[in-house]
């Protein structure tokens, strides 16, 4: 199966400042990766599908414009959180693959 | 609308003691259906699929279209079972996958 990384694992930032997430898939070429939200004790939620070379889709609900996707290559996507609030912090997965998803590890921010 | 059911948020159960996790599902059309799992600090992975019907670590599940489920079995529960378990369905193509709320299954000894 797939491989795939986030960097970092763990992130603590003050309120207003920006915070980029990396999604790296180390063996698969992913056209599409797609990133989940999980907050404590709670399931998965989609947040956005990163496209390779376009727009994201992102759900509804998630704004677009504070959670800024780059997918700018088969296997790197990477996820920005604008003007972080105490609100984000959440767990913030990725997963790529084509029938069978395979999961990042995670990065947890905590927004101060 | 899709749509993944788990009645159960958490289930204990004694080692050695039949587990069932169910799941149901809404989906218009013929969705892939998966379980995956969650142990302590680790990430999700692919526990058992439904097109593969392969037994996984003792864990079967058997979609059944009529009652809209796939429930999870294991006849002899470990303690090593305990963990979260995600049911999750997918449309065709390069579709996201859509969780249940998970269930937690805690295996006293």
């Known amino acids: 199966g797939a491989v795939v990384s986030q960097h970092p694992s763990w992130v603590i930032c003050k309120s207003g400042t920006s915070v980029k997430i990396e999604c790296r898939s180390l063996?698969?070429?992913?056209?599409?990766m797609f990133w989940y939200r999980q907050f404590p004790k709670q399931s998965l939620m989609l947040m956005a599908t990163?496209?390779?070379?376009?727009?994201?889709?992102?759900e509804q609900g998630v704004e677009k414009d504070k959670f800024l996707i780059n997918h700018a290559s088969l296997t790197l996507s990477t996820l920005t959180v604008t003007s972080a609030h105490p609100e984000d912090s959440s767990f913030y997965i990725c997963?790529?693959?084509?029938?069978?998803?395979?999961f990042g590890p995670g990065t947890r921010l905590t927004v101060l | 609308a899709q749509r993944v059911t788990q009645p159960e948020k958490l289930l204990s159960v004694f080692k050695g003691a039949p587990v069932e996790l169910k799941c149901n599902y809404s989906y218009s059309g013929s969705p892939e259906l998966f379980w995956y799992v969650q142990y302590s600090r680790q990430r999700l992975q692919l526990l058992l699929r439904?097109?593969s019907r392969e037994s996984i670590k003792g864990f079967t599940a058997d979609l059944n279209k009529g009652e809209t489920s796939f429930h999870l079995k294991k006849p002899f529960a470990q303690e090593e079972d305990s963990a979260m378990y995600y049911c999750a369905l997918k449309g065709g193509g390069n579709t996201p996958l859509v969780f249940g709320k998970g269930t937690r299954l805690s295996v006293i000894a």
């Open positions: 439904h097109i």
């Open positions: 997963s790529v693959g084509r029938d069978e998803q395979f």
């Open positions: 990163s496209n390779e070379g376009s727009k994201a889709t992102y």
């Open positions: 063996d698969f070429q992913a056209t599409t």
